[in-house]
């Protein structure tokens, strides 16, 4: 999905978490249904690394949760518990953003895809999304 880059800012429910990315005003979200995803209703969408920015002193207020591989590192709020953002497993490059946790007013359109992570390697070989997080 090609659209305008712009800056989106974002962060948890509380506001302790806050963040800057650089993505297109319309992206691709990956609605997931691996174990964890589905439990906390995450759909996201990936950007490369050197695109997201975590702002003022955010990193004081994350704590990490890994589980399985260990390879994606779950990211969430101390004070709300809120995931705004995440490594993913599928994406180790990159950071998966939860888009329901961007400001109003800069995405314009979302297109959401499946993401079968109960089948993680099939998924991973047949959706494309490990180029999400490519420049």
């Known amino acids: 999905m090609d659209s305008e880059m712009v800056v989106h800012e974002g962060g948890c429910h509380c506001k302790k978490v806050r ?15 691996c174990s964890n995803c589905s439990m906390r209703g995450n759909t996201h969408f990936i950007v490369p690394a050197d695109r997201f920015e975590l702002l003022g002193d955010s990193e004081q207020f994350l704590t990490t949760y890994s589980f399985g591989t260990h390879t994606a590192k779950h ?3 101390k004070v709300c518990g809120i995931t705004s953002f995440y490594y993913p497993r599928s994406n180790p490059d990159g950071v998966s953003i939860t888009f329901t946790c961007v400001d109003p007013g800069t995405l314009t359109h979302i297109e959401v895809k ?12 047949q959706t494309g999304i490990a180029s999400q997080s490519k420049g």
């Open 19 to 33: 963040w800057r990315v650089q993505a297109p005003t319309g992206v691709v979200a990956w609605s997931c249904n």
């Open 75 to 77: 990211k969430f709020c």
């Open 114 to 125: 499946y993401y079968d992570g109960n089948n993680w390697e099939t998924s991973h070989n």
